[in-house]
């Protein structure tokens, strides 16, 4: 699930931004992530997994890095295997 | 009956407004006019120092440049297109027996190429852009417009169709960031020369669906809109009366206006909700005009 989470998130991510010279640190807004691409970021990774990000995780820093998008849709994937 | 519909009630009955039987579209009485009037002196007024580009737009716009602009990324919910009558005789047969019978009529209607203008400062981008690179001291524009936006409601201060009066400075970040900062103060002094109870407090603007949260959230976070609030017809959630918006380089980039070294330009506006100052001022000094304060009087050159 790790392995999948983290490739869907490069996938829809490389959509968005040019990941070329990033790690999983790098400020993506710096790299050029509009609010509006990590809204639809956000509404395609909730498609594909079959999730919904809460109230507490519609903020700036969870879609202000590649390690932090995939922290919180393994959390979410873990709820929802709970 | 709860407080938003009493306001209405109150100013239908006392005829400053007038019902056209849709929730958010009123007529205006001549006295409401004379007060929207006295606030645009004071807008000049308080504007005049810094020598405006005076522009003015119908309140449609180029359906292209609204497209181009996003705004159905954002705001779906709210915008209002206008649509025509394109068909044949055979067409418009049907139109009439449709509404002879009541039934719907409208679903032949084709979109034409004029959107309802949502924000005055809309239609100036694509015209900024098409001037070429700003000079040095970048731009500044006085815009006024009737706007659009779809949210039905019995709260007056929430009008379908209403003026927004803008002032848009378009330059570096630093050139914006001052405009925005200076029309803070000014826009406390504006509402405190007619003696209007007010905070200003940071804001967001209304995005579409869940994904709208992010936006807004993300908006607040960056510091990007505030508001000044008025208690219209709740002291609870008082109306936004005037707006304080930077927009980064959003308008910029989309637009390709470039500073004077080639750069993105970035945008800022301060927006008067001319309606919403109006009703602030019925709902606090009575709605006999002869009667409010002689300082407020003075101010709107009412006097």
Known sequence: ?82 | MDAQVSLLDQLLGAGLLFDTGVDGLYGRAGVFEDVVAGIERMVIAFGREDQAEVLRFPPGMNRAHFEASGYMKSFPHLAGTVHCFCGDEAAHGQLLGELAKGEDWTHGQKASDIVITPAACYPLYPLVAKRGRLKPQGGLFDLCSYCFRHEPSTDPARMQMFRMREYVRVGSPEQVMAFRQDWIERGKAFVTALELPHEVDLANDPFFGRGGRLASSSQREQGLKFELLIPVNSVVKPTACLSFNYHQDHFGELWGIEQHDGTKAHTACVGFGLERITLALFRHHGFDVKAWPAGVRTALGLA
Not at chain 1, 26 to 52: H, I, K, N, R
């Open chain 1, 1 to 82: 699930m790790q392995a999948e989470i983290r490739a869907k998130v490069l996938e829809l991510l490389g959509a968005q931004v040019d990941l070329k010279g990033l790690s999983d640190e790098s400020d993506l807004y710096d790299a050029g992530l509009t609010s509006f691409a990590s809204v639809q970021l956000m509404l395609a990774l909730e498609d594909y997994f079959g999730v919904e990000f809460p109230e507490r995780m519609l903020n700036r820093r969870t879609f202000s890095s590649i390690a932090n998008i995939i922290a919180s849709v393994n959390e979410l994937a873990l709820e929802k295997a709970a």
